[in-house]
């Protein structure tokens, strides 16, 4: 998958010596050769000075990004053309091979799915990226960072498009079966129809004009969530069904279905066993372009 260069050592300081300052992807591995913490940078050399001091000092609370460094026999790293491009190696490696230190990237285990199978009747079920159905025609709508943002979602629902038969973390079931609420829900959760926000504003108006001040803060509060939900929605669902154009500072990359590096192939993410790939992914550029949204410009091609 990656080929990754550099030399062991014993504290990593023959590894900044030889590090070219560019951006890329490093690798900390133990001295059995285990895969201990990934990181991308945009200055390799810089970056490996931060995991590697110079002079010794101790830390009364390590970060995990040292005690991987105090544990490392063998620094590698690859070279890569952008930092967008390490920032997708680095997600890769980690989601391939769970790196031991990598707490933080390894979130997408915990992230929270929501699939509806069209024979199911309408019925919405959430869970981790280990309980996504293979089935063929299944929808999977997400990712949501945990069981309580799927939870409030569907609370926007059954307040605003009559869903109920509520289970908290396991299933939703429009009352009555499919529904017209239940259509409207799914087009809420793939961005595509505004209908909720008309909602939302037409019930915080009434209840500003009978004086219902907090109940109309609340819809306030509501309408900015599903204003940004639905604009998260509609980039995650147009990056797995069209090629994304990333262009400023005279670079222009394009994902082609999801594919970006070198060695990817878009038929990979499109019938990969993991169902759930190509949204994580959109959400990790999505996330990247929202950092630098003053330096790039990106469209859908």
């Not at 279905?257 to 499109?270: I, K, Q």
């Amino acid at each position: 998958m990656f080929q990754p260069s550099g030399r062991r050592n014993v504290h990593g300081l023959a590894a900044i010596a030889e590090a070219p300052r560019a951006p890329g992807v490093y690798l900390f591995y133990s001295d059995v050769h285990l895969l201990l913490y990934v990181g991308k940078a945009i200055d390799l050399r810089r970056r490996l000075r931060q995991h590697f001091p110079v002079k010794n000092t101790v830390s009364p609370r390590p970060t995990r990004q040292q005690t991987a460094a105090a544990s490392t026999s063998w620094v590698s790293w690859v070279l890569c053309e952008s930092e967008l491009h390490a920032l997708v190696l680095e997600d890769k490696i980690i989601k391939d091979h769970l790196p031991i230190t990598n707490k933080k990237q390894k979130k997408f285990l915990l992230q929270q799915y929501i699939t509806l199978e069209p024979a199911d009747k309408g019925r919405f079920t959430s869970g981790d990226i280990s309980s996504i159905p293979h089935k063929k025609g299944t929808e999977i709508f997400g990712p949501f960072s945990d069981r309580f943002a799927v939870k409030n979602i569907f609370e926007i629902a059954a307040g605003y498009f009559g869903i109920s038969g509520m289970v908290p973390g396991i299933t939703f079931l429009p009352a009555g079966g499919p529904t017209e609420g239940a259509q409207n829900f799914r087009n809420f959760l793939i961005g595509s129809d505004d209908l909720i926000m008309e909602i939302i504003e037409e019930r915080m108006k009434r209840s500003a004009e009978e004086r219902r001040f907090e109940e109309a803060a609340k819809h306030r509060e509501t309408l900015a969530f599903c204003s940004r939900f639905l604009d998260r929605q509609r980039f995650i669902r147009q990056f797995a069904d069209n090629d994304l154009e990333i262009s400023g500072e005279s670079n222009r990359w394009v994902f082609h279905r999801g594919a970006f590096l070198d060695n990817e192939d878009p038929d990979y993410f499109a019938s990969s066993s993991r169902p759930w790939l190509l949204f994580d992914r959109a959400l990790v550029v999505l996330i990247w372009l929202g950092k630098n949204q003053s330096r790039y410009r990106y469209r859908f091609i």
